[in-house]
């Protein structure tokens, strides 16, 4: 049975240290998948598609392991990493760094409170 959830592309280059992890989200994708894509989870409030600088501003390198989540919303592992309601893909289990300060207040404004990746804050 096929997933009506869009499926982000799982990056060629796995082993790359080229890849890029969302600091909202967590998802891995290439800086080229960033930037024709932007990221399929967050896109509306990231703005990454097409300008290198908000990609080099919100995604980070620096990111601890990775987990495949094929069907999100019957993964436990998805539900560990609140990634259970983002599309099929690679996801960061870390995230090192933070959004900007400008997104962050965006996502204030939108009545969203940000939680970083990186388990410094605690559920």
């Known amino acids: 049975m096929a ?7 799982i990056p060629a ?8 992890a969302c600091l909202l989200c967590s998802i891995i994708q ?5 930037r024709r894509n932007g990221c399929p989870n967050c ?9 290198p600088d908000r990609i080099q501003a919100c995604t980070t390198t620096h990111f601890d392991g990775s987990v495949a989540v094929v ?14 309601k983002y ?3 690679m996801y960061a289990i870390t995230v090192k760094g933070r959004i900007p300060e400008d997104v962050e ?5 939108q ?8 388990q410094t804050e605690v559920d």
Not at 43 to 51: D, H, N
Not at 111 to 117: A, F, M, N
């Open 87 to 89: 599309v099929r893909g």
């Open 105 to 109: 207040q965006e996502l204030e404004s």
């Open 13 to 20: 280059q796995a082993r790359s240290k080229n890849l890029r």
């Open 43 to 51: 896109e509306e409030i990231m703005q990454m598609k097409g300008s």
């Open 71 to 84: 069907d999100p919303e019957k993964s436990w592992v998805a539900r560990w990493q609140r990634t259970n």
């Open 111 to 118: 009545g969203i409170k940000y939680r970083p990746r990186d």
């Open 30 to 34: 290439t800086p080229i998948d960033f």
């Open 3 to 9: 997933s009506s959830t869009p499926a982000a592309p």
